[in-house]
């Protein structure tokens, strides 16, 4: 199941979750990265602040005690504190033992067993369980899967009644059997009905209480005997903080479950848990969840994550991002227009349909090195916004040639899209922008990468 050479947390900002504990991390390697030479007391000034920022997001104790100590012991070597670049050197090792301690290589999740592979979804009531549910399976449909859902939580109120919804919104199936049925024999129904339906996924939503109690577990356990599931996946509610970490040790300890998910990461929570989960628990972190709608889950990649809290970026999810938002006939006559510096306003707006594709610019920005200091707090989109309504209150005529737009036509256009002159005249003088450095990219007689200037100013 498990691919450890493969990476596994992606994509979001740096999360709203690690905000504060970034804001420190950055604060303290910035103040060994602008010495030239370095000793073992900035050093140990340095991570003081670090090991208060782990404390004040609410990781274990332990956990960033060993954490400091691990970085003590590589960042005041006789190879480090004499450097060229001793400040780089130390936020390297700090950006790899950060990394390890969120999950080290990672672990992707992969379902290989012969159909159907049976997914068991587990935890305490509210940690977000059936909704993670719906999320798996959109997330698995996307890959290639066909998933049946299984609602075997008779016990909380429309429990069923809100997987079968979900499931009715992505187009999916759900077996909830008849009322009053044993969990356990709701599950094993499901993967009979997978089987002579030729379903390959069946993800089971089963019951959780507000606290780790012996009738649950021991459900569980029966559940996990039915079904022989390939992968069993504990969801924590990732604003509960070390308390997370907490359950997830009692759930190991009984049903030793395969990874964990952390729901709820784009809320008011400190990152305690996923920065403590591996060293507390043994067990990856796998998916996270970064938002209220049923395609907001990602892959927790350890070493993308490291960096997104050093403010480093995170190029690949970005990537990924965009290939998954390409159209790429699209994208390919975009290029012959740029080669031919023929980019119109319609390619621009096209351009900004599929930039928000790929997500809240805030996250997108978070992903770019040094992209989150670009603005301070979220992003205000409306300027993209804006910009929508402008071009959609032009004619054909005046998107493909805005040469043709003239005093009038832009009083006009202001009316149509509810903004002003002013507004039309710096969209206008921003495309004028583009076509000079289109030029200029033409004479240079080589390929190049081009970037449009920043439409936060509207």
Not at 317 to 328: P, S
Request: glycine letters at 10%; aromatic letters at 4%.
């Amino acid at each position: 199941m498990w691919d450890p050479g493969a990476g596994a947390f992606g994509g979001d900002e740096v999360l709203e979750m690690f905000e504060q504990l970034s804001e420190r991390f950055q604060v303290a390697l910035r103040a060994l990265t602008g010495r030239g030479r370095l000793s073992e007391a900035n050093i140990e000034d340095a991570l003081r602040e670090v090991r208060r920022a782990l404390l004040e997001a609410d990781v274990n104790y332990k956990v960033a005690g060993r954490f400091v100590d691990s970085v003590r012991s590589r960042a005041v070597g006789e190879e480090v504190l004499k450097s060229l670049t001793p400040g780089q050197q130390v936020v390297r090792i700090v950006h790899e033992e950060l990394a390890e301690l969120l999950g080290g290589a990672g672990e992707a999740f992969r379902l290989e067993s012969a159909a159907p592979a049976v997914v068991m979804v587990v935890g305490l009531q509210g940690s977000g369980k059936t909704t993670f549910c719906a999320k798996l399976a959109a997330y698995l449909r996307k890959r290639g899967k066909s998933p049946l859902l299984v609602a075997a939580d008779v016990y909380r109120p429309a429990a069923q009644d809100q997987l079968a919804t979900l499931g009715g919104q992505l187009g999916l199936p759900v077996h909830c059997g008849v009322k009053g049925a044993d969990p356990v024999a709701i599950s094993r129904t499901g993967v009979d009905l997978a089987r002579r339906d030729g379903v390959d996924v069946v993800i089971v939503d089963t019951a959780g209480r507000l606290h780790v109690d012996e009738e649950m577990m021991l459900e569980l356990e029966r559940i996990r005997s039915a079904t022989e599931p390939q992968a069993i996946l504990l969801v924590l509610d990732s604003m509960t903080g070390q308390d997370a970490v907490n359950v997830a040790g009692e759930f190991s300890g009984r049903l030793d479950f395969s990874g964990a998910v952390l729901s709820k990461l784009d809320g008011d929570a400190r990152g305690g848990a996923a920065v403590s989960l591996r060293a507390v628990t043994g067990k990856p972190i796998v998916f996270a969840g970064v938002g209220e709608k049923l395609d907001a889950l990602e892959p927790f990649h350890p070493d993308r994550m490291a960096s997104r809290i050093l403010g480093m970026g995170d190029v690949l999810t970005l990537v990924e991002r965009a290939q998954e938002a390409a159209d790429l006939e699209q994208a390919a006559k975009l290029e012959e227009k740029l080669r031919k510096q023929r980019f119109t306003l319609e390619d621009f707006y096209e351009q900004l349909q599929a930039l928000k594709k790929m997500g809240p610019l805030d996250q997108i920005l978070g992903m770019i090195p040094g992209g989150a200091k670009l603005v301070k707090g979220p992003v205000d989109e409306t300027a993209f916004t804006k910009i929508e309504a402008i071009i959609n209150s032009m004619t054909p005529e005046e998107r493909r040639h805005p040469d043709v737009i003239d005093g009038s036509r832009r009083r006009r256009i202001a009316v149509g899209s509810g903004t002003s002159v002013q507004d039309i005249n710096r969209l206008l003088k921003q495309h004028a922008m583009m076509k000079k450095m289109m030029r200029q990219f033409g004479k240079m007689g080589r390929g190049g990468k081009f970037e449009m200037p920043s439409p936060f100013g509207m």
